[in-house]
Nanobody, 122 residues
Framework: VQLVESGGGLVQPGESMRLSCVAS????????VGWFRQAPGEEREFVAG????????KVADALKGRFTVSRDNAKNTLYLQMNNLKREDTADYYC????????????????WGRGTQVTVSS
C-alpha cells in the first residue's frame, strides 16, 4: 500500500494550493479517504474526508468555505483544494484511508501517507 501526497510548499497568505494523494496497492474506490494535518507542537487534526463514491463529503467546520475535498476513483487520487490560505494553515498534511467506507472522521484509519508540508508565510 502506498499513499503519496504532493502539492505542498510555500505560499503567501491569501493564495490557493491543491494537494493530491495518489493511492496504490489496494482497492481505492472501496474506502473513505481524507486529509489530516499536524502543526508543530499540535496534535493531528481532521481536515476533510470523502466517502467511497465521492458523494459524502465533510470538511472540518473551521475550514468550511475555504477547503474542498474530492476524489477521482478512476485515477486513485484524493484532492484537497485550499483557498485563501492563512498562516494558521501551516502544517504537515497527511492523506489517510479509513476503514469505514462512508466516513473517516473519528473512525479507525487503515493507512497513512507520509505527509506533505504546507507553509503559509509572507
Amino acid at each position: 500500500v502506498q499513499l503519496v501526497e504532493s502539492g505542498g510548499g510555500l505560499v503567501q497568505p491569501g493564495e490557493s494550493m491543491r494537494l493530491s494523494c495518489v493511492a496504490s496497492g489496494f482497492t481505492f474506490s472501496s474506502y473513505s479517504v481524507g486529509w489530516f494535518r499536524q502543526a508543530p507542537g499540535e496534535e493531528r487534526e481532521f481536515v476533510a474526508g470523502v466517502g467511497w463514491s465521492g458523494t459524502l463529503r465533510k470538511v472540518a467546520d473551521a475550514l468550511k468555505g475555504r477547503f474542498t475535498v474530492s476524489r477521482d476513483n478512476a485515477k486513485n487520487t484524493l484532492y484537497l483544494q485550499m483557498n485563501n490560505l492563512k498562516r494558521e494553515d501551516t502544517a504537515d498534511y497527511y492523506c489517510a484511508v479509513g476503514r469505514d467506507p462512508y466516513y473517516i472522521e473519528d473512525r479507525p484509519i487503515l493507512y497513512w501517507g507520509r505527509g506533505t508540508q504546507v507553509t503559509v508565510s509572507s
